[in-house]
Every structure is written in C-alpha cells, then in structure tokens.
C-alpha cells in the first residue's frame, strides 16, 4: 500500500498571522481527514518554526519549499538541510516548477540537492513536469523521462524509502487548467515503468506519485480515483483551509 499524501506549497504567501490563521482553520478540522491520508503544508522559511510548533500535536507534517545543498558556508540568503532539521523539518520540496524556471535550478543542482537531502535522512518530494509547448510535440514522455534520470535516478534501491514523487505539469500550474484524471494517469503509470526499468517493479510499485496543477476541490474526487494517483501537491487551493480539507477529504 502506498503513502497517500496532499501536501499545500503555501509558495511565498502568508505573513505570521496569516500562516497561524490557515493552520488554526486547518487544525480545527483536521480530524476530518481519512486516518489513510498525510496532510502536509509547506510555508515559507520564516514561519516553519512556528508552524513546526503549532502542528506539534496534530497529523499535519510541516515541510520545506527548498533548501541549499550545501552544508553551510558563504552562501547568503540561503538555508541548509540542518537548518531545517533543527527547527523540526524533515521534509523538502525540490525541482518546483517555479525553483526551475525563475531560479534556473537545473537538473544537475537538483541531483545535487537530492543528495544532501539524503545525507541529511530527508525525505524529498521531487517534483517535475512538462511544458506546454512538450505536450504540444508530444514530448512530454521524453522530457519528464529526462528530468527523471538526470535528477534522481542516481540513487540507490535504498533511498527511495525517502522519496515522494510529485508530477506537475508547468502548463497547468497556477494557470486554473487541469491535466485530465486520464492525463495523469497516463504520466504516473508512464513514470512506474520508468522506475521499475530503472530500478525495480517494487520500488515501482512502492513510491508514491503525487498529481500538482490546479487541483480544487470540484476535480480532486476523480483525480484521485485514477490507481496511479497517490494524493496531490496542491498550490492555489491549499491556502484556503476549507478548499484544502475538501481536497484531503476527497480521497
Ligand atoms: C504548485 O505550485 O505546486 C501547484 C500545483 O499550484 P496550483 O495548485 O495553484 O496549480
């Protein structure tokens, strides 16, 4: 059985009233949730502290937007992998759409990330996708393939525990357009034979693969119901904790 996991990137939203607000909201109700179902938020660095400590008692799991895959050292603005372990955080999202493109994080620095995440017993939700002029060559096979091996497929068998797979295609993220459940069905079985010839059928069959593109709570119903389809990374609609509870609880 696989991790089935909605996780919010709150992105560069929420002052620390705000943040206190969304999680009040979503602490209130948080029992609602199936049991089978992690909840995760990921806000930004300046209140992961105090989201870590107001989610102490509670099933929500507080991740990282990013992190710098150094140690430490002269790298101003940055935050480290033990930075976030010493404020409770055990989690980081790498290769977001937007780390890609606006940061031009490559596949190279991604792999790089990945392994310090590792060293570090992170876990990481990887994430990758399509743009739109891809699908429209019908490239999208090939590039999500590529971002695949250049990014993450170094790793070994056993580090896969650790990861959490997390398909957004560009073109449908922030945008309001959602890939079709079958689209995304298609991309997660896609990406399960990709990693049972990489890897293994079992770790094929293991890894959870999270869909991201405006899901909301009107489309997370049938885009959940897809089997390849363990949850979802969801922008926009999370930072309305009744939209984010509706989409948990569509499962
Ligand atoms: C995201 O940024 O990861 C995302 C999926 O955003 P949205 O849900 O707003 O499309």
Not at 54 to 62: D, F, L, Q
Not at 68 to 82: D, I, L, R, Y
């Amino acid at each position: 059985m696989r991790e089935k996991i909605v996780a919010g990137n709150w992105k560069m939203n929420c002052d620390l009233a705000e943040m206190e607000e969304l999680l009040a909201g979503l602490k209130n109700k948080a029992e609602t949730i199936p049991s089978d179902v992690s909840l995760m938020v990921a806000p930004s660095f300046t209140n992961l502290y105090p989201a870590f400590q107001s989610t102490k008692e509670t099933p929500i799991t507080v991740v990282a937007q990013n992190m710098h895959q150094s140690e430490n050292g002269a790298f101003t603005g940055e935050v480290s992998p033990s930075m976030l372990k010493s404020v409770g955080v055990e989690t980081v999202i790498l290769g977001h759409s937007e780390r890609r493109a606006i940061f031009n994080e490559t596949d190279e620095l991604l792999a790089e990330k990945v392994n310090t995440a590792l060293a570090h017993g992170m876990k990481v939700i990887f994430c990758f996708g399509e743009e739109l002029k891809d699908r429209k060559e019908d490239k999208h096979f090939d590039v999500v393939k590529s971002q695949l091996q250049n990014g993450l497929f170094h790793i070994e068998d056993s580090a896969w525990s650790n990861i959490v797979l997390a398909y957004e295609p560009v073109w449908a993220i922030g945008t309001g357009e959602t890939a079709s459940p079958e689209q995304a069905q298609e991309m997660h079985a896609e990406i399960r034979k990709m990693l049972a010839s990489a890897f293994s059928q079992d770790i094929a069959d293991k890894v959870s693969i999270l869909y991201g593109g405006s899901v909301k709570p009107a489309n997370a119903k049938e885009i959940f119901a897809k089997e390849d389809v363990d949850g979802g990374l969801i922008g926009g609609a999370s930072l309305k904790a009744d939209d984010f509870l509706a989409i948990a609880n569509s499962y």
